[in-house]
């Protein structure tokens, strides 16, 4: 019970330009309510009303509800009367009741992926006296409607029973619908609402065995729990792994007054943006709906319609409608309420320029009153991130170091990926047209259902609408395409933070989820067939679209290059060929970090020559098999050198076991046998020989080149030739011969006396010579203990940390996927310790060996080339760790760049 005891406060009130709270403090109340109350302070009209911190909802999992209500009962009581006492109102009152919102609010913004109630507090008596009221016996039932059509499916647990089927409440509306010969929900007349009332409430009773409650207190708390609950739901979960979000951060819930879009023609909701959010262009944008809550908006039932008239126009010209037909029937919220729109226009300015950043808002407006319901720093996409932050940087909103900051280094990979080639564009068969919601360019096969995204190597999403429940198909197809929707519906806003390309609203489509299905004009496709979209453009294209690599310029050049001015710590490449040496150096790589030489024998002409040397019983045969080799590797390496002119090279002498070189099926087997003239069985042999029970840990690195110093002969001649051929050509190079998986300091320096009498023969047979450096590949714990030592002999480590995480954990990394999905599952492990750097303990290691081993060499260079060297947190770490260097793939250099300088800005801070 002492957690209890040490929170002082679980909950925190907002409004009438007042609040408990600031956005400082959204760690305890969440994104959404620090924001709340944050707005209420600075005078923005906000909605009164309270929230219930993260604690609460930690204190929750760890205690149960009958503790968690004790607990927040009487502050919850007090939180509804401060309400009331500003709305005038009575929550539960039959004659002038109160009615609210519950709404969860992470740390950080998850949208769509919790849950929320609306009009909480209904019941048979509250909707006459609401209509009474508000002299709206319309708004009244179809408020009723809508609140048991949400609470139905948040607390109750109404959802659909299977895929095919929709959701059980719009199965009710769209009976109704049909037999009224209606389309849109806002045609239901009053009796139809009341009869949706009666039918929503009869599917209760019939699908949960219970009535649906009535007393708007047991509302309250249904609903309160349902949103605790959420947070450990399947969707929330998923997107907390996807984002690498800790389970034990909780969601606060955010409990206000409800305001009504939905109260007729001076009514209505929208969402908008104060920049926009694919794109980056400083223009304000969104979306409204006359008549409407604000579910509807992103729920893409019915699509909506443009906040500014320029908006509206945009989507006017994708939609192929003509200006008069605009503006008289598809009116911009600009044209239709312009006193509203200038308000809003006040207020998001201001929100932007409070937070310096691009804030995505939500609105309502009641009877020709605007109320903000939310802000919140925009879901964007990677190149409207690059383009908001140089942007602010040269509006003078934000200085250099809050530029580099706000952009969030893993969405930089968005930037990278293949775009479509505009001459393949040319020809390309557009089929239909929809909003672009997120840029990108993807081709992949259809699929119709989200559970079934990964039945392809590459699918696209085909959706009537997306729901959260979608949020995993989402994430594994190329891309989304919806029916319904416009920019800021479900499908929009999640694949804009997913960085997913996604088209919304395109009507033209006809889908039929049953026969699986889509329909354009005459032309039908089925699941399987290949079609491209264009989310730049909104265009949808049949068949597959060629693509090319991407490039280095415009905003992402500039903020690269800031990256550079204020990064300490250098990034290299892994690279083990002259191409991926370009690319990484046109990223803006540094030098190489690793380079494998093993990679190198498998092409077809030299794994012959390769196996000859393994099956050879003495030194001069192997010798003989090494020679036919050498021409091969001083080829690869002369291409390496001239890609990275000037850079350091680091190359990794051969480390896998030679039983990865031989064939291992009978009829490979039997072709070698009869290359080399020996017997299939001194084949079989060998192979036999070579094989080990554990790899990992066995003949393999420098435990290779120490029994067999001819193939470290081999491959020192190679670099070291390779490199003075080049600087026949004026071509500088600077290799670095990296010994691995070295244990003891006598494996390196035998090592090492091999390298070095071998370079210093080929220098006296050129008569020439050139610098270069010999060190080791820090990968065995011993080793890490043993730094001092080496680095007495060694001019440079370089930490593999794949190996020493496998060393360190004594996991398989081959092996761990049967369970490390498990250990994060139940809380074993936070994350796959191969992603991401464990710094508790294999962290710990390299520190250690970092320090000792610059307690013998203080300039001892020291850099990273496991896979950890792209991943955020781990260069992070390796900044503070204080290496020279870290190396990644090409593809992750610029993530690396941005974060190297944001470690060495934040050290300031």
């Not at 209500?69 to 539960?92: H, L, P, Q, T, Y």
């Not at 090279?649 to 030679?658: A, E, G, K, N």
Request: glycine share 10%; aromatic share 8%; charged share 25%.
């Amino acid at each position: 019970m002492e957690l209890l005891e040490n929170v002082k406060a679980r909950v925190f009130k907002f409004g009438n330009k007042s609040a408990d709270g600031n956005s400082s403090m959204r760690n305890l109340l969440g994104g959404k309510g620090a924001n709340l109350a944050e707005m209420s302070a600075i005078g923005i009209p906000v909605p009164p009303g309270f929230t219930i911190t993260t604690e609460v909802c930690t204190e929750y999992n760890l205690l149960g509800k009958e503790a968690v209500f004790e607990m927040i009962k009487d502050e919850v009581e007090e939180a509804i009367a401060n309400i009331e006492s500003a709305m005038g109102s009575e929550f539960g009152d039959k004659d002038n009741p109160l009615l609210i919102s519950v709404r969860s609010g992470a740390r950080v913004s998850m949208p769509g992926m919790m849950d929320t109630v609306l009009n909480l507090g209904m019941n048979d008596e509250v909707v006459l006296g609401l209509a009474k009221k508000t002299n709206n016996e319309k708004f009244a039932w179809d408020s009723y409607r809508r609140f048991i059509q949400m609470y139905g499916g948040v607390v109750l647990g109404m959802k659909p029973e299977s895929k095919e089927d929709i959701d059980p409440f719009e199965e009710i509306m769209e009976h109704l619908k049909e037999k009224r010969g209606i389309v849109l929900d806002t045609e239901f007349s009053i009796q139809d609402l009341q009869d949706l009332v009666y039918d929503f409430k009869d599917a209760v009773k019939k699908r949960t065995g219970h009535d649906f409650p009535t007393n708007p207190w047991d509302q309250l708390w249904g609903a309160v729990i349902a949103v605790f609950n959420s947070w450990n739901g399947d969707r929330a979960v998923y997107y907390r792994n996807m984002h690498g979000y800790p389970a034990d951060w909780g969601t606060a819930v955010n409990v206000q007054a409800m305001v009504y879009g939905n109260m007729g023609d001076h009514s209505g909701t929208g969402v908008c943006f104060t920049r926009d959010a694919g794109t980056g262009e400083n223009v304000f944008n969104g979306e409204y709906l006359i008549n409407a809550q604000g579910e509807d908006v992103v729920a893409g039932v019915r699509t909506p319609q443009q906040i500014t008239k320029l908006g509206s126009q945009r989507w006017a010209e994708l939609a192929k409608i003509e200006e008069e037909d605009r503006a008289e029937n598809y009116p911009s919220l600009e044209e239709l309420m312009p006193g509203i729109f200038k308000e809003l226009n006040e207020y998001q300015d201001i929100l932007e320029k409070h937070y310096r950043d691009m804030q995505d808002m939500e609105f309502t407006i009641q009877e020709g009153k605007l109320w903000i319901l939310q802000t919140r720093n925009g879901k964007r996409t990677g190149a409207a991130m690059v383009k908001i932050a140089m942007d602010l940087l040269k509006e003078g909103m934000i200085d250099e170091k809050e530029a580099l900051l706000l952009v969030e280094p893993n969405k930089l990979d968005e930037l990278l990926h293949p775009v479509f080639d505009p001459k393949a564009l040319k020809r390309a068969n557009i089929i239909a047209q929809g909003l672009p919601a997120s840029p990108g360019a993807a081709t992949g096969k259809i699929v119709f259902f989200a559970d079934e995204a990964s039945k392809f190597k590459s699918s696209i999403l085909v959706r009537i609408e997306t729901s959260p429940e979608d949020l995993e198909g989402m994430n594994i197809a190329k891309g989304i395409l919806t029916a319904r929707g416009g920019m800021t519906s479900h499908a929009a806003v999640v694949a804009r933070g997913m960085g997913k390309c996604c088209i919304s609203g395109a009507g033209a489509l006809k889908i039929n989820y049953k026969t699986r299905t889509l329909t354009v004009g005459d032309h039908e496709y089925h699941e399987g067939d290949w079609i491209s979209l264009n989310g730049s453009t909104g265009n949808i294209i049949e068949g597959k679209v060629a693509t090319k690599e991407p490039e280095l310029s415009g905003e992402f050049a500039e903020l690269m290059e800031l990256a550079d001015k204020y990064g300490v710590m250098k990034v290299r490449t892994n690279a083990d060929t002259p191409n991926d040496a370009k690319v990484a150096r046109g990223f803006g790589a540094q030098g190489i970090g690793l380079t494998r030489t093993e990679h190198m024998f498998f092409e077809v002409d030299r794994i012959k020559a390769m196996r000859e040397m393994i099956l050879a019983d003495t030194v001069k045969g192997r010798k003989q098999a090494l020679e036919e080799l050498l021409p091969m590797q001083r080829e690869d390496f002369e291409g390496i050198f001239e890609a990275m002119e000037g850079l350091a090279v680091t190359i990794r002498l051969l480390d896998p076991p030679l039983h990865e070189f031989v064939p291992h099926q009978l009829a490979t087997q039997k072709e070698l046998a009869e290359e080399m003239h020996i017997s299939l069985q001194a084949v079989k042999n060998k192979v036999a020989e070579l094989e080990e029970f554990n790899p990992m840990l066995g003949h393999r690195g420098c435990r290779l080149g120490n029994t067999y110093p001819e193939i470290t002969e081999m491959q020192t001649r190679a670099i070291i030739e390779a490199a003075l051929n080049l600087k026949e050509r004026g071509i500088i190079c600077k290799p670095e011969i990296m010994v691995p998986l070295v244990g003891t300091v006598k494996e390196f320096e035998e090592q090492e006396s091999i390298i070095r009498n071998t370079a210093d023969t080929i220098f006296e047979e050129r008569n020439d010579k050139i610098e270069y450096l010999v060190g080791t590949m820090i990968e065995i714990p011993r080793a890490a203990l043993m730094a001092d030592l080496i680095a007495e002999k060694a001019d440079f480590f370089s930490f593999g940390t794949n190996d020493l995480t496998q060393m360190t954990f004594g996991y398989s990394r081959d092996d761990a996927g049967k369970f490390l999905p498990i250990y994060i599952e139940k809380g074993i492990l936070k994350v796959d310790p191969f992603e991401v750097l464990d710094q508790e303990g294999v962290g710990q290691l390299v520190k250690i060996g970092t320090e000792r081993g610059r307690s013998t060499k203080p300039n001892l260079k020291v850099g990273i080339c496991g896979e950890h060297g792209g991943e955020p947190s781990s260069v992070e770490f390796c900044y503070h760790t204080g290496m020279d260097y870290v190396s990644c793939s090409p593809y992750r250099v610029p993530i690396a760049r941005l974060v190297s300088a944001q470690a060495a800005i934040k050290a300031t801070l």
